[in-house]
């Protein structure tokens, strides 16, 4: 820019024509008009005249004098005239050469100052170009942390999703091999319940049927209750009829004390679920028996000497003709 400004002042310094001062125009004026008099066409195509008398001489002379003297009075007005025109011609020329050079300098000025802004522009979108690159840069970064994040997600809902079918596996093949052991087990409760229904076993009938289901009033495999329990028991293992409930059941046999009690004997209950004889089990002896407790346990084998059950016990009955001892299976 420097560079620029004084190139632009060499220019306009060279551009201003060259002004000769005031006095060289008169002096010079003054001489041409002098010469311009002496030498007129008029006076050098006069002939020459004869010599005066020296009044007349005088008075030529005069006259001369005053004719020069008029001349040169003229020619002085010619050349201030000249000189003012010529001094108006150098002070337009000045002015117009202010003129010229505040115009340029008020377009340097211009220049400059768009030169100032672009170059304000140019900084300013400069800052603006780094700042969006460090903006996409933290958005990058957050998009990286975001990917990882997310494929660290996935990687732990994998692993997750791998252990629960691992887990799945495991409980299909455990309920696999249960559902095959299933229909052996069945098989061989079912064969142990027929040798115990078939050789007369009460005890035994009864501990085989353990874990069947309780329904009010059942009488059947698909459900007992306690009273129809002894009673399929019974009829089914040693033919013996007996009464349908509990109360009718006490009723029937022989009363027996309790430390006279055997395997297969009767064992009665009051003020359970209703005032009276309300329950009734099988004596599997060693102190337990068998019955159908209720729709949350069905069928099973309890201590007598509990003490919800010895705080209801009622007494004990015998029903059969021939009572077999089951110690050996008991133990």
Known sequence: MLFSKHRARKSLEL???????????????????????????????????????????????????????????????????????????????????????????????????????????LIHARKMALLRIALLQQHLALSEVKMQRMLTVKAQKMAQHQQKVARAQVKAQLKLALLRRQPL??????????????????????????????????????????????????????????????????????????????PGDLVFFKNTYKHGISHVGIYAGQGKFIHAANSHKG????????PYYWSHFAGARRVLPSVMRQASFLR
């Open 299 to 306: 069928v099973r084998m309890d201590q007598l000497n509990a």
């Open 185 to 262: 087990m069945r098989l061989a409760k079912l064969q142990s319940q027929h040798e115990a229904l078939g050789s007369g076993n009460v005890v035994m009938a009864a501990y085989a049927l353990r874990g069947s289901r309780y329904v009010m009033g059942g009488t059947s495999r698909s459900g007992f209750d306690c009273s129809g329990f002894v009673r399929y028991v019974l009829s089914t293992t040693d033919g013996v009829s007996i009464p349908r409930t509990a109360a009718s059941q006490y009723y029937h046999g022989l009363p027996i004390p309790v430390q006279s009690m055997e």
């Open 15 to 121: 551009s201003v024509p060259r002004v000769f001062p005031p006095y060289r125009l008169l002096v010079s004026t003054a001489v041409f008009g002098s010469f311009a008099v002496l030498l007129s066409p008029a006076q050098a195509a006069r002939p020459l005249a004869r010599p005066a008398p020296p009044s007349q001489a005088k008075a030529h002379a005069a006259r001369l004098v005053h004719q020069h003297a008029a001349q040169a009075h003229l020619a002085v007005h010619l050349a201030r005239q000249s000189t003012d025109s010529a001094a108006e011609h150098v002070a337009q020329a000045l002015h117009q050469t202010h003129l010229a050079q505040q115009a340029r300098i008020a377009s340097l000025q211009g220049r400059q100052a768009q030169m100032l802004t672009a170059n304000t522009t």
